[in-house]
């Protein structure tokens, strides 16, 4: 029973990473494409623990959680560079 | 003469328990020299970035953050039903958006903060901008068709609790 | 147990899937960036919560190996997605719309992205 809901929570936010993808392609401005990429990464860690549950190996976490930080500090530093001009002043 | 030592010492002692816990999540396991990595970390982060801590913020009744924090949780769940029923089910032509106007009474940092987080992640609003003079806070909602009510929920479900956990 | 376990594993993992992919639909859906700012920052968040919830259990029921790696992930996502959440919006109304777009403070002083006060009468540093 769990192997077919990973299957389900696999295809869901595979399914989101394109749709991301597609609204990165249509978007309306810069910020647009900052939301799509900051739900990316979201999707992304997603996928990655789903993956660490079918291959019964906790080594993914340390990698999903970098991405969270790497997510995060990105989105922060791009939003910056929109909002001053530079990141670090 | 023992109290101004300890101080010089420790001059954070939630920051330095914070991450003491965080080490010991990080690591997965409590042994002893897991324990004193993470005191080492604990003492030494908080004495180097004290010139970053001015003041502190005083939490006045710690069961009352509990209480808050849990509180957020549930609406977290119920939130995420409330857009998701939104995204589905109405058009784009019937939805409507407000910008909203909160009036804030709570003043330290701090409390402004946390209700501005705790907006963002609750029913159908964002949290945009606050005024130059941190008096009032900018909040965009996704759905409604009665902009007072969604203020005056803020105001009494979070504000009010935020005022009692910091004042 | 066993039993229960799977169950409330799938179940969790099921909902967050179909909130992950909800968060990515109302990006494409909605019409406007501050409409569209509403689908990721709250679907994404339980959506990924659902999966890390999901996991721990997983991990320390079938395979008795407890972690806490999770609690962690989910908090720092938690932490995050309003800061995330408020700097785009912050960036989009910096390039998009107008002070005249939106309602008046009601205070002294206009919103911090458009009208700059001196630092003395400031009693917060809000920039």
Not at chain 1, 40 to 46: P, R, T
Not at chain 2, 90 to 108: D, F, G, Y
Not at chain 3, 75 to 82: D, G, H, S, V
Request: hydrophobic fraction near 50%; proline fraction near 4%; aromatic fraction near 8%.
């Amino acid at each position: 029973m769990i192997t077919y809901a990973l299957y389900f929570a696999t295809v869901c936010f595979s399914i989101g990473l394109v749709l991301n993808i597609w609204r990165i392609r249509n978007a309306q401005g810069v910020v647009d494409r900052i939301l799509a990429l900051d739900t990316m990464v979201v999707n992304a860690i997603a996928l990655i623990i789903i993956y660490g549950i079918l291959e019964n190996t906790a080594v993914y976490f340390e990698v999903s959680l970098l991405i969270a930080m790497f997510g995060f500090v990105s989105t922060v530093a791009y939003c910056r560079f929109i909002l001053r001009g530079n990141i670090i002043e | 003469m023992l109290k101004a030592i300890l101080n010089r010492i420790i001059p954070h002692p939630q920051l330095t328990g914070f991450l003491l816990l965080t080490w010991l999540l990080l690591v997965n396991s409590i042994s002893t020299g897991n324990v004193l990595l993470g005191l080492i970390i604990g003492l030494l982060i908080p004495g180097i970035t004290q010139p970053f801590w001015p003041d502190r913020p005083k939490i006045a009744r710690p069961l009352k953050a509990v209480e808050y924090v849990l509180l957020v949780l549930w609406d977290i769940c119920v939130a995420n039903v409330t857009v998701a029923r939104i995204i589905l089910f109405k058009s784009n032509a019937n939805t409507h958006s407000h910008w909203i106007v909160v009036p804030l009474e709570v003043r330290s940092p701090e409390a402004i903060t946390i209700l501005a987080g705790t907006i963002t992640m609750t029913p159908g609003t964002v949290t945009s901008m606050l005024a130059a003079d941190a008096s009032h806070l900018l909040v965009h909602c996704l759905h409604t068709d009665d902009p007072d009510a969604v203020r005056d929920e803020i105001k009494h479900r979070y504000e009010r609790r935020l005022k009692e956990i910091f004042e | 147990m066993e039993l229960i376990a799977e169950i409330l594993v799938s179940a969790l993992l099921v909902i967050a899937g179909l909130f992950g992919l909800l968060g990515s639909w109302g990006l494409v859906k909605l019409d406007d960036t501050m409409r569209r700012l509403h689908a990721p920052t709250k679907a994404t968040t339980l959506g990924v919560g659902g999966v890390l919830i999901a996991s721990m259990i997983y991990f320390a029921v079938f395979l008795d190996h407890l972690t806490f790696h999770e609690l962690l992930i989910t908090a720092f996502l938690f932490i995050t997605a309003p800061i995330t959440a408020n700097f785009v919006a912050k960036a989009h109304m910096h390039r998009d719309i107008k002070e005249r777009d939106l309602p008046p403070t009601g205070g002294q002083y206009g919103w911090a992205g458009y009208d700059e006060i001196g630092d003395a009468e400031q009693p917060i540093d809000t920039k």
